[in-house]
């Protein structure tokens, strides 16, 4: 006897496989040491208007690793201050910020200061 596969759990498995044929992230780039594409991919994903603060961060600390691993440190340093102007007032994961401050001393560019909160 045949069972039929309910309808949703058909789709999920369709999406399951779209998704495993996706474009690599910036991230994955990264982590694979394709650096110069990790840099293309995340320009490319910045530039999507409806990107979410978090997202946007992340993309840029990833940007930032690229490029210090390609030796183009100006551009990571603009990057970083990219980073600093955009992203002062999100959260971010504690390892993303561990990267970045590591990635700081590297090439020289020192955190910003914060403005002290207010008591309340």
Partial sequence: MFRLVPPLLALAGVA???SAQAAPTALQL?????WD???????????????LPVERC???????YSLVMLDEWDAARNTVRMFDAE????????GFARELHGLRREIGVPAPRTAPRDSV
Avoid at 38 to 47: G, T
């Fill in 37 to 51: 594409a990790a840099v293309q991919v995340a320009d490319q994903e910045l530039r999507h208007p409806g990107l």
């Fill in 87 to 94: 992203c002062a007032q999100v959260a971010i994961n504690p």
């Fill in 16 to 18: 399951r496989m779209a």
């Fill in 58 to 64: 992340k993309l840029l600390e990833g940007r930032v």
């Fill in 30 to 34: 990264n982590r694979t040491g394709h």
